[in-house]
T-cell receptor, first 114, second 114 residues
């Protein structure tokens, strides 16, 4: 398995509180991604990063922000958590921009907003 | 509407039955196609991928998929399923003008009865 660690693995938080999820990789891959997984929707891209301090929005970025101060760490922040953000969050990494590069996924973080 | 469609949301099969899971996409131009599997409680793992060449792609654990360009389809098949194939299966598409981002279908949950 690729060296991807997500923390925490499970979290319950209250509506309106900020939450930060961490993705740590040991593969030195340039690209990192945050997806959310919801029944019937598959995985949807929230934000991605193509280098240190270089990030961009994905399909469902509203209510989320990201930061990447080091190659190995990609943080996802829910600025003010809402119940609609209850989901399983997956981090992924890939080596390059080219289309024939495989993406590797972390174990996921199950977030419940009550 | 989703750009990657998996029409079967839930499939129940007995062991040794044949499997075919549908995947259709709605993009023109060059695409790269993937099937990922998620076993219960685990992260996504790559089953197989198509970039170019032979449209019949063989993956791990006896799975294969056929790319039919005229039908915008990339269906997953296995001639004889096992109980251990119980998992959720995701089709994903990478478009040549979309950086290095994958768009996922909604997933198909497969249950194989022993």
């Amino acid at each position: 398995d690729a060296g991807i660690t997500q923390s925490p693995r499970h979290k319950v938080t209250e509506t309106g509180t900020p939450v930060t999820l961490r993705c740590h990789q040991t593969e030195n891959h340039r690209y990192m991604y945050w997806y959310r997984q919801d029944p019937g929707h598959g995985l949807r891209l929230i934000h991605y990063s193509y280098g240190v301090k270089d990030t961009d929005k994905g399909e469902v970025s509203d209510g989320y922000s990201v930061s990447r101060s080091k190659t190995e760490d990609f943080l996802l922040t829910l600025e003010s958590a809402t119940s609609s953000q209850t989901s399983v969050y997956f981090c992924a990494i890939s080596e390059s921009r080219t289309a024939n590069t495989e993406a590797f996924f972390g174990q996921g973080t199950r977030l419940t907003v009550v | 509407a989703q750009s990657v469609s998996q029409h079967n949301h839930h499939v129940i099969l007995s062991e040794a039955a044949s499997l075919e899971l549908g995947c259709n996409y709605s993009y023109g131009g060059t695409v790269n196609l993937f099937w990922y599997v998620q076993y219960p409680g685990q992260h996504l793992q790559l089953l197989l991928k198509y970039f170019s060449g032979d449209p019949l792609v063989k993956g791990i654990k006896g799975f294969e998929a056929e790319f039919i360009k005229s039908k915008f389809s990339f269906n997953l098949r296995k001639p004889s399923v096992q109980w251990s194939d119980t998992a959720e299966y995701f089709c994903a598409v990478h478009r040549d003008n979309a950086g290095n981002m994958l768009t996922f279908g909604g997933g198909t949950r497969l249950m194989v009865k022993p």
